[in-house]
């Protein structure tokens, strides 16, 4: 098998292993207990949280650990929109159809459930929330925007830190979901200035189920999870130790070896776009031709059904990801691929092919050799 869908999950890196293995048998203590097993994990999670915040240029006491990326979302916006609604009256949130649903679909509920105000800002043709689309939906009761660092799907990358400026000059939050950026793009939150931030340590060869939320001192947050008050009141539950050891590993590599890991697929991932446009009538690249993650290559295809194609693809070995959520029966297209403007007939044919560590230049040819047949047979299939 072939794997192509990094932006899915990652392997844990062995060295990250390596770091999490002793804190689940030895120092196996609460990161609460007064005696010495316990402050031994306590030191080992403030180890962590001082690696993170280095990485991050914040303060230690800025980052809370959380047990996933959507639970670091969830916290963000619920936490940010409970809080107005104890201190103030503004209601609007702003946010977009291509944030991943972790967001959206909290700031839906928001709305739904706990009268809050949603506004979606504007799309450009490659998915980015531009500079001009924040600043024409902002008004005075606007109190949160959320905008991704770079898209799961597309890949396109958006402009945090002039987005910052402009939620800054309006005195309302930005959060930004960092989950995917974080394996290649700089997540110094001095220079994006935002105000939340979330990550997942999933993404950059960490571990499934932990994740990091970046706040920046001074902004309020109603806890979500109460309890007993670890992670600074804002996240209670006894801190998973070996995990947030390796997530904390796991970022200090990502950001160690970012320019070799980018070196490395950045070719890769254009011989691929430009391959699969040449060699593939009727395809299209989704997202933004230079501005978007150098893993990530994203494509529609006319009259082709995604899943069809998924599955297609898995049988001949290789391990992609599509942008629609559908499985069979009725499928729907994503919403980030229909935001983009693309008719039913294309955004129902969409394919991602995310690459990592392990990628190599015979994995990408193989695959580059295998894909315009599957195409047209899905073609084929499709029509009848
Ligand atoms: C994967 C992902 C998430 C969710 O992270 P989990 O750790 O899987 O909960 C959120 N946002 C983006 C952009 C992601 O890619």
Same mark, same amino acid.
């Given at each position: ?65 959380? /047990? ?19 201190? /103030? ?296």
């Amino acid at each position: 098998m072939i794997y192509l869908d990094y932006a899915a999950t990652t392997p844990v890196d062995q060295r990250v292993l390596d770091a999490m293995l002793p804190y689940f048998r030895e120092n196996f203590g609460n990161p609460s207990s007064v005696h010495r097993l316990g402050q031994k994990a306590e030191t080992a999670v403030e180890s962590a949280r001082e690696k993170v915040a280095a990485i991050l240029h914040c303060r230690a006491d800025e980052i809370v650990f959380t /047990s996933c990326g959507s639970e670091s979302d969830n916290l963000a916006l619920r936490g940010a929109a409970m809080m107005e609604r104890i201190t /103030s009256s503004r209601k609007w949130i702003l946010t977009s159809k291509a944030e991943h649903h972790a967001v959206s679909k909290t700031a839906v509920q928001l709305e739904k459930e706990y009268g809050f105000l949603l506004e979606w800002l504007d799309l450009d043709e490659h998915g980015a929330v531009t500079v001009e689309s924040l600043s024409k939906a902002v008004c005075n009761d606007t109190f949160l925007a959320s905008v991704m660092y770079a898209n799961n799907e597309i890949g396109t990358i958006n402009p945090i830190a002039e987005l910052a400026k402009i939620a800054k000059a309006n005195n309302i939050l930005l959060h930004t979901d960092a989950v995917q950026a974080a394996a290649y793009l700089d997540v110094n939150v001095e220079k994006l200035g935002v105000d939340l931030m979330s990550l997942g340590g999933h993404k950059f060869y960490g571990p499934k189920g932990v994740g990091a939320l970046y706040v920046r001192k001074g902004t309020k947050l109603l806890p979500h999870m109460t309890g007993g008050g670890q992670e600074f009141g804002l996240r209670a539950g006894t801190q998973n130790v070996p995990y947030i050891v390796g997530f904390a590993e796991a970022l200090r590599l990502a950001a160690e070896e970012r320019d070799s890991r980018t070196a490395h697929v950045r070719p890769l991932r254009d011989h691929i776009i430009g391959q699969v446009l040449e060699s593939i009538p009727d395809s299209k690249l989704t997202g933004h031709p230079e501005n978007r993650l150098p893993n990530h290559a994203s494509f529609v295809f006319k009259d082709v059904d995604g899943n069809l194609l998924l599955q297609m693809l898995d049988s001949a070995g290789f391990a992609c990801s599509s942008g629609s959520a559908c499985k069979t029966g009725n499928p729907e297209p994503s919403e980030v691929i229909t935001s983009l403007g693309y008719d039913r007939d294309w955004a129902l044919g969409s394919l991602r092919i995310t690459l990592g560590v392990d990628s190599s230049p015979e994995h990408v040819d193989e695959f580059l050799k295998s894909l315009p047949a599957l195409v047209e047979k899905a073609r084929g299939l499709n029509r009848k």
